[in-house]
């Protein structure tokens, strides 16, 4: 083989050579694109997915924290209506009271009763504010007559007043000291308040759900 024919030889070796690492480079860096861009779009879909959780987690808490929030004001405009109508009904008893009528009277008596019939005893002492006691002794004689009755036998009965009581009612105790009954029209207004509150909001507002 001629010199010319070699060099022609290697350089036609040397080109195919070439052209090989050429492709091999070639396809190489397609792969190494083809996996990268494979890489960013599995990163980009996770990082939307999380995204996407976040914001729906977010949009769950809003929506809950707004319904709480909702559920509250109605609570408290209900809670609202059912004490403006027992602070009405306290200003009318506490009116009823003032007035000393015929019924405010007969209403004394029976707290007082009541008081009596609830204690072991036949010597009480019966309290109540300065307007009341007045209002008692007037029906002193019919109130002793029926302690007598209800405990057949006679009772005494001392009357004394009692300072700082605003809405009426009485404080019926044994003369000693050791056991009393509460009749204090507070005192039966906060508790038929707890009793009836139930009821009020069923009338109110019909068992409405919020």
Known sequence: MSIVQLKTEINKQAQEEISKITESAKAEAEKILTEASAKAEALRVGKTKALERELDAQERTELATSRMDRKAEVLRLKSGLCDKVFEEAKKRIAQNAKDSGQEYRELLSKLTLEGIAALNGKRFV???????????RKEFKTIQEKAAMTKSDDVALRIEALAGVTLGGVIVSLEDGTRSFNNLLQARFAAGRRDLTGEVYGILFGGQEI
Do not use: F, G, K, Y
């Open 126 to 136: 019966v309290q109540a504010n300065p307007a009341d006691v007045e209002t008692i």
